[in-house]
Antibody
Framework: QVQLQQSGPGLVKPSQTLSFTCAIS??????????WNWIRQSPSRGLEWLGR?????????DYAVSVKSRITINPDTSKNQFSLQLNSVTPEDTAVYYC?????????????WGQGTMVTVSS | SYELTQPPSVSVSPGQTARITCSGD??????AYWYQQKPGQAPVLVIY???ERPSGIPERFSGSSSGTIVTLTISGVQAEDEADYYC?????????????FGGGTKLTVL
C-alpha cells in the first residue's frame, strides 16, 4: 500500500528556511495520475493547502497565493520523494505540516496523508 | 477566491443521523470532498467527488449536493464517529490550480 514518510525539523528560527522531505513508498513521484502536495494545519488558519508538484509529460507546480513568494516544492525522482522549502518563516508559520497524495481517479482527492510534523517557529 | 462555510459544531445521539453542511460558490462547478480527523491523527478521506465513498469507509457515510450547498450525512451515528469533519473543494479558473478547505465542524456524539 502507499505510504508517505515525512522528515524535517520541529523547531525553526524566525527568518530562516523550513525544509521537509516526504519519501514515497508504493507509488512513484513521477506518476501520471497523482499529485504530491503539502498541507499545513494550525488553530488559527485551519487546514491550509500550500502547493503541489506533479508530472504530466513534464513537471508542474502550483502554489497557494498566501505563500507563493516564499515556497518551493521539488520532486526528487532518484529518491522517489518530494520536498518543501518555505523561506523567511515567521511565528505565523507554526503549524502541523503534512505531505499528501492527490489521486486523479478520485477527482484529485487527498487520499494518502503523511504522519504530520509539528513545526514551531521561535527564537 | 472561494470560501467554504461549515457550522462549527453538530451534536447528535448515537443511532441518529448527523448532517454537516458546507456552502460556497465553488459548488456545484467543482467537486466536494470530505475528511474526518480525530485528535492527534491526520485527516482521512470519507467522501470524494460529491457522493463517492472510498473503499473501507462505512456505508453510513454519504454525500449529497444541492446548488451551492453540499452535505455530509452520517446515518446511525456511532461513538467512533466523533471527530472534526472538513469539506474541501477547488478554487479554479478551469485549471484546477488551487485548493480550499472549510473551517471544520466538530461532531459530538452525546
Amino acid at each position: 500500500q502507499v505510504q508517505l514518510q515525512q522528515s524535517g525539523p520541529g523547531l525553526v528560527k524566525p527568518s530562516q528556511t523550513l525544509s521537509f522531505t516526504c519519501a514515497i513508498s508504493g507509488d512513484s513521484v513521477s506518476s501520471n495520475y497523482a499529485a504530491w502536495n503539502w498541507i499545513r494545519q494550525s488553530p488559527s488558519r485551519g487546514l491550509e493547502w500550500l502547493g503541489r508538484t506533479y508530472y504530466r509529460s513534464k513537471w508542474y507546480n502550483d502554489y497557494a497565493v498566501s505563500v507563493k513568494s516564499r515556497i518551493t516544492i521539488n520532486p526528487d525522482t532518484s529518491k522517489n520523494q518530494f520536498s518543501l522549502q518555505l523561506n523567511s518563516v515567521t511565528p505565523e508559520d507554526t503549524a502541523v505540516y503534512y505531505c499528501v497524495r492527490a489521486i486523479a481517479v478520485a477527482g484529485m482527492a487527498f487520499d494518502i496523508w503523511g504522519q504530520g510534523t509539528m513545526v514551531t517557529v521561535s527564537s | 477566491s472561494y470560501e467554504l462555510t461549515q457550522p462549527p459544531s453538530v451534536s447528535v445521539s448515537p443511532g441518529q443521523t448527523a448532517r454537516i453542511t458546507c456552502s460556497g460558490d465553488a459548488f456545484p462547478k467543482q467537486y466536494a470532498y470530505w475528511y474526518q480527523q480525530k485528535p492527534g491523527q491526520a485527516p482521512v478521506l470519507v467522501i470524494y467527488k460529491d457522493t463517492e465513498r472510498p473503499s473501507g469507509i462505512p456505508e453510513r457515510f454519504s454525500g449529497s449536493s444541492s446548488g451551492t450547498i453540499v452535505t455530509l450525512t452520517i446515518s446511525g451515528v456511532q461513538a467512533e464517529d466523533e471527530a472534526d469533519y472538513y469539506c474541501q473543494s477547488a478554487d479554479s479558473s478551469g485549471t484546477y490550480s488551487h485548493v480550499v478547505f472549510g473551517g471544520g465542524t466538530k461532531l459530538t456524539v452525546l
